[in-house]
Every structure is written in structure tokens, then in C-alpha cells.
């Protein structure tokens, strides 16, 4: 099948065409507006400062704790995803768990600074957890690593504009489902059509029944 005999197709069942896709983003509107609660988002950002050798230079120090930073900030990018800190911060917080929050940490490999973020459907608590989770990481770097602190640049505030879902791509995958759906109605559809009538064409030319269909019983006395 060619482009332009798709194109003649979809144009022949147009009211399809338009149809199914435009109930589809419905549905998915009404479930997304509905039925998905907003979540919030809170970051955190942090400085990692390694620890500092009293025997070096001036600028020894600074170029050494410049690349000594860099690849601890690897580290405790690491350590912010453990369960160590995940159970720490929900004791701290008086929380069974920090189930319903998603985290994810930002560090690159030219930098030291590491951005936390929380995301979860409260944006006080949200908030709140990102904030303890930047202090606990804090105080474990310093037992197990060798950094001397790792300092918080920007705190966390509760965020007022929701981050998610996003509704209206969800939305928009559904019509373009809906869409891609009612071409492969139609295309099945012409498919099957053209069979049929290529094997009454068949059954008509040769006086003879096509395999897989019963031969016409005509009538007479």
C-alpha cells in the first residue's frame, strides 16, 4: 500500500479518523485531571569540600582539593541514594518510610556541586526531607569518606506550582495512539475486504469454490 492510497483511505473513513483518536486524549484527560494527583518537586543543592593537607602549598592545596572534591562528589551522589540515608532521614523526620517520595541526584563530573531532588505529593514534606537528606549525607561523608563537609548552598522551600504529571503530553499520547489505532482499523479492514472480494472474483471466474468457502448450492427442480 502506497502513502497516497493510506492517505485515500484514512479520508474514507474519516469520521474514524477523528473520532477514536479525540476520545482517546478524552479519556486520558479525564484520567490525568482527575484521578493522578499533582506532585511537587523541592532541590537541594550542596558543596563537597574535601579534606585539606597541612604539609601542602598554598595553591597545592587548592588544585588538589579542587580534582580530591570532584571525584568525591561522585561518592556522595552515591551515598544520597543509599538506604542508610533514606532510613536515617525518615527516623529523624518521625516517618516509617520515605515511600511516595522519588529522589534524584545531579552531580557532573566538572563540578562539585550535587543537586537533590524530592518529589512527592506534599511540598512541605517534600521540602522538609530534601533539607534532612542534604544534613545526614553530611555527617555520613565525613565517617566513611574522606571529605571534610559537605556544605548546603541553596536550602529546599516548598515549591507553590506542581511539577507533575504532565498532563498534557499524556494527553497527547493518547491521541496519537487513538490515531495510529484507527489507521490499523482501517488498513485490517481494507485487507480483509480486498480478500473477499478477490475470492469472489475467483469463485465467479472459474465456475469453482474457493478453498476455505462452502460451494453456492443453487436451486432448481
Do not use: W
Amino acid at each position: 500500500m502506497t502513502l497516497l492510497e493510506l492517505l485515500q483511505l484514512m479520508r474514507k473513513h474519516l469520521k474514524l479518523m477523528i473520532i477514536l483518536p479525540v476520545a482517546c486524549a478524552l479519556v486520558a484527560a479525564a484520567v490525568s485531571y482527575t484521578m493522578l494527583p499533582n506532585t511537587y518537586t523541592a532541590s537541594t543543592s550542596m558543596y563537597v569540600l574535601a579534606k585539606q593537607t597541612a604539609n601542602n602549598s598554598d595553591n597545592g592545596v587548592n588544585y588538589s582539593n579542587l580534582n580530591a572534591s570532584q571525584m568525591l562528589a561522585n561518592d556522595v551522589s552515591t551515598l544520597l541514594k543509599s538506604d542508610r540515608i533514606a532510613s536515617d532521614t525518615a527516623k529523624d523526620l518521625h516517618l516509617d518510610s520515605l515511600k511516595g517520595y522519588s529522589t534524584k541526584v545531579t552531580s557532573e563530573t566538572t563540578s562539585r556541586v550535587i543537586t537533590l531532588e524530592v518529589t512527592g505529593a506534599d511540598p512541605n514534606t517534600a521540602a522538609t526531607i530534601s533539607n534532612e537528606m542534604a544534613s545526614n549525607v553530611s555527617k555520613v561523608a565525613q565517617e566513611v569518606m574522606d571529605v571534610q563537609s559537605v556544605n548546603v548552598i541553596d536550602e529546599a522551600t516548598a515549591p507553590t506550582a506542581p511539577s507533575g504529571p504532565n498532563r498534557p503530553m499524556y494527553v497527547a499520547v493518547a491521541f496519537l495512539a487513538g490515531l495510529f489505532i484507527a489507521i490499523a482499523i482501517v488498513v485490517v479492514s481494507d485487507m480483509l475486504n480486498t480478500k473477499v472480494r478477490n475470492a469472489d472474483e475467483i469463485e465467479e471466474l472459474l465456475g469453482l469454490p474457493v478453498i476455505g468457502r462452502m460451494p453456492a448450492i443453487k436451486g432448481g427442480k
